[in-house]
């Protein structure tokens, strides 16, 4: 037998059931002993870890009286961890939830008829007042620099200053002297 | 009497002695339980999962003591409940998510890691933590029923007939699935030699 064994016979070799004209061939055989020698270090080597990964590992029995009837205990502790997968899935959904309600109604505030209806009532009430309540602070310091007047542009007119930034109490200090304006 | 106890440990243990065995539960897990972790280990791949189902398979054989007739030996009667388990953990694949979530992690480079160094160098050593590597990866590539009948051959070096009791599959059916599983090994194995 000059040819190297294939691989049916290599496997039946391993497996101890190979043919007499195999077993010869690997005998004399170097490359095919070698084939065969590696292949079987592999697979003991494959059993020895399984073997090492158990020994190494603590197994603990219990008792089964202790799981209530009806149902084992390798059940309950998949119900658990199902019941924890559960939870873990309502707070992400929850916090999802919330992140987009939040999303969309921020942009969509001010055009809301309550908040339309806030806007107006802070409006009427800033005009009814001598100067915006934003600017309140403000007419302190005016009236601290009372002894140096600047020219007033208009009898009455409130003394206001022009706020940096366009946020809502900015809209209503430009509100006011367009009322001053039209009076 | 002990000598009845000590004979139904063994492989050919179907007899009133395996009956008698299993009114004495804590020696079946003491005495099995090595076993079919190892078993399991080989089929899921999972070292957690695997003590889950050895605990789950001793469970099972507890709840059903009563069904057992010792028409098959004792060790068959719980390998058999301990491949229905490991095939169950392979089909439920909607599993997946929630198996890796609670997975502590550890895969079988960690278990193939654990070969005993018996090699003269380091460098032998770690060859042959490779080889075994190979071998894992080679496993991973199984159906579920081809891994089973590897791992009863090569971890518990069963027999073929034990093999085709314990999976209720023909002799001939075995054999086709371990020399399917073989060639998958030597395939890996040769990949791996030729990436060297």
Same mark, same amino acid.
């Given at each position: 037998?000059?040819?190297?064994?294939?691989?049916?016979?290599?496997?039946?070799?391993?497996?101890?059931?190979?043919?007499?004209?195999?077993?010869?061939?690997?005998?004399?055989?170097?490359?095919?002993?070698?084939?065969?020698?590696?292949?079987?270090?592999?697979?003991?080597?494959?059993?020895?870890?399984?073997?090492?990964?158990?020994?190494?590992?603590?197994?603990?029995?219990?008792?089964?009286?202790?799981?209530?009837?009806?149902?084992?205990?390798?059940?309950?502790?998949?119900?658990?961890?199902?019941?924890?997968?559960?939870?873990?899935?309502?707070?992400?959904?929850?916090?999802?939830?919330?992140?987009?309600?939040?999303?969309?109604?921020?942009?969509?505030?001010?055009?809301?008829?309550?908040?339309?209806?806030?806007?107006?009532?802070?409006?009427?009430?800033?005009?009814?007042?001598?100067?915006?309540?934003?600017?309140?602070?403000?007419?302190?310091?005016?009236?601290?620099?009372?002894?140096?007047?600047?020219?007033?542009?208009?009898?009455?007119?409130?003394?206001?200053?022009?706020?940096?930034?366009?946020?809502?109490?900015?809209?209503?200090?430009?509100?006011?002297?367009?009322?001053?304006?039209?009076? | 009497?002990?000598?009845?106890?000590?004979?139904?440990?063994?492989?050919?243990?179907?007899?009133?002695?395996?009956?008698?065995?299993?009114?004495?539960?804590?020696?079946?897990?003491?005495?099995?339980?090595?076993?079919?972790?190892?078993?399991?280990?080989?089929? /899921?791949?999972?070292?957690?999962?695997?003590?889950?189902? %050895?605990? !789950?398979?001793? $469970?099972? &054989?507890? #709840?059903?003591?009563?069904?057992?007739?010792?028409?098959?030996?004792?060790?068959?009667?719980?390998?058999?409940?301990?491949?229905?388990?490991?095939?169950?953990?392979?089909?439920?694949?909607?599993?997946?998510?929630?198996?890796?979530?609670?997975?502590?992690?550890?895969?079988?480079?960690? /278990?193939?890691?654990?070969?005993?160094?018996?090699?003269? %160098?380091? !460098?032998?050593? $770690?060859? &042959?933590? #490779?080889?075994?590597?190979?071998?894992?990866?080679?496993?991973?590539?199984?159906?579920?029923?081809?891994?089973?009948?590897?791992?009863?051959?090569?971890?518990?070096?069963?027999?073929?007939?034990?093999?085709?009791?314990?999976?209720?599959?023909?002799?001939?059916?075995?054999?086709?699935?371990?020399?399917?599983?073989?060639?998958?090994?030597?395939?890996?194995?040769?990949?791996?030699?030729?990436?060297?």
């Amino acid at each position: 037998m000059n040819k190297h064994l294939s691989d049916e016979q290599l496997n039946q070799w391993i497996l101890g059931e190979a043919e007499t004209a195999a077993s010869q061939h690997l005998e004399t055989c170097e490359a095919c002993q070698r084939e065969a020698e590696d292949l079987k270090q592999a697979l003991g080597g494959f059993r020895d870890s399984i073997q090492a990964a158990a020994e190494a590992r603590r197994l603990t029995w219990r008792e089964p009286a202790q799981a209530p009837a009806g149902r084992s205990l390798g059940a309950r502790f998949m119900a658990q961890r199902w019941a924890y997968a559960g939870a873990l899935a309502a707070i992400v959904a929850v916090v999802v939830l919330l992140l987009r309600v939040d999303y969309r109604h921020t942009p969509h505030t001010p055009t809301g008829t309550v908040g339309e209806d806030e806007i107006l009532m802070q409006i009427q009430t800033d005009v009814g007042q001598t100067v915006p309540s934003a600017l309140a602070p403000g007419e302190l310091l005016l009236q601290g620099a009372e002894e140096t007047p600047p020219p007033a542009p208009e009898k009455g007119a409130p003394k206001t200053r022009k706020p940096k930034g366009g946020d809502g109490h900015g809209q209503e200090s430009r509100t006011t002297p367009n009322r001053n304006g039209t009076v | 009497m002990l000598q009845l106890v000590e004979g139904a440990f063994a492989d050919n243990d179907h007899s009133a002695a395996s009956l008698q065995l299993l009114q004495n539960f804590d020696s079946v897990v003491e005495r099995y339980q090595q076993r079919i972790y190892r078993i399991l280990l080989g089929m /899921v791949r999972d070292e957690d999962a695997a003590q889950t189902l %050895t605990q !789950e398979c001793f $469970l099972k &054989a507890y #709840e059903a003591r009563s069904t057992y007739r010792g028409e098959a030996s004792l060790s068959t009667w719980l390998i058999r409940i301990a491949i229905n388990l490991a095939h169950d953990y392979h089909r439920n694949r909607r599993l997946d998510f929630w198996r890796r979530l609670f997975s502590s992690g550890s895969d079988v480079s960690e /278990v193939a890691g654990r070969l005993p160094s018996g090699g003269v %160098t380091p !460098e032998q050593d $770690l060859l &042959a933590k #490779e080889k075994v590597a190979a071998v894992w990866s080679a496993a991973e590539k199984l159906s579920p029923q081809q891994r089973a009948v590897f791992v009863l051959r090569f971890v518990e070096e069963m027999s073929l007939e034990e093999i085709a009791a314990a999976t209720n599959l023909k002799l001939g059916t075995v054999k086709i699935h371990l020399f399917r599983a073989l060639s998958g090994v030597r395939k890996r194995m040769k990949e791996w030699q030729g990436s060297l």
